[in-house]
């Protein structure tokens, strides 16, 4: 096996499905089966989720919301995904418990890293929400923070496509897929793998950061097996 111990970082728009907000059962199903199977393998497994398919703060500025309060909103939407990933991987007889990083008692158990750490040693599966708990900061951050507090062997970042590319693939058919990248590489070459507080704290931690398509099937297992999934950058 590849790694000890991941940092799986999952979008909230992924958890939307189709209609592009709210949660799809089928895919918080499809997801808890390609978890399940990791940690079958042995793996432990720490989920940071974000919180954009129910609500994004910085997209309620203007709109009446306070930049605080908007991303206190999606500190909770977080909150709510992970409930709902968890209960999902329950049902396919995994042991998961959800972390907030603010007290949200007693819906949720308050984070703290030894006790993170203690049960994903017991192979249990630990969900982190509400980001770093700080207006102004995103999930992205939080993912790269709790994975460096975790001591995690690397981040992984599940999104729609299936590496970094040199362009928007979406936008651009000619755009050009790296399979390795070191960190200056990527910032010499303006690459957007993760917003830069997030890029920064994995880089001056030696985190490395593995971003792949989290919606084709058996993708995550063959990654953390050592298979050439995704975009290593490190």
Not at 35 to 42: D, L, P, Q, T, Y
Not at 86 to 95: H, K, N, W
Not at 104 to 122: F, H, I, K, N, T
Not at 136 to 153: H, I, K, N
Request: charged content about 25%.
């Amino acid at each position: 096996m590849r790694y000890r111990r991941i940092l799986l970082k999952l979008s909230g728009e992924s958890l939307a499905g189709p209609g592009g907000q709210g949660l799809d059962a089928h895919v918080l199903a499809a997801y808890a089966k390609e978890i399940k199977e990791v940690c079958n393998s042995g793996l432990q497994v720490a989920i940071v989720v974000g919180g954009g398919n129910i609500f994004r703060g910085l997209s309620g500025v203007g709109k009446g919301f306070d930049r605080i309060k908007g991303d206190q909103m999606g500190m909770l939407a977080t909150t709510i995904n992970s409930i709902a990933l968890g209960c999902a991987l329950r049902s396919e007889g995994l042991e998961a418990e959800v972390f907030s990083a603010t007290p949200l008692e007693p819906m949720v158990r308050y984070w703290g890293r030894e006790e993170a750490s203690a049960l994903l040693d017991q192979r249990k599966v630990v969900l982190i929400s509400g980001g770093t708990g700080n207006p102004f900061f995103t999930t992205d951050t939080a993912a790269a923070l709790r994975a460096v507090e975790l001591g995690a062997s690397a981040l992984l970042k599940g999104t729609r496509v299936d590496g970094v590319y040199s362009a928007d693939p979406e936008k651009e058919p000619t755009a050009v897929k790296y399979s390795r990248l070191t960190f200056d590489e990527a910032l010499e070459k303006n690459l957007k793998v993760m917003d830069m507080t997030a890029f920064t704290l994995c880089r001056e931690n030696r985190m490395p950061v593995v971003v792949f398509d989290m919606n084709k099937k058996g993708n995550l297992l063959r990654l953390v097996r050592g298979e050439p999934v995704g975009t290593e950058v490190f």
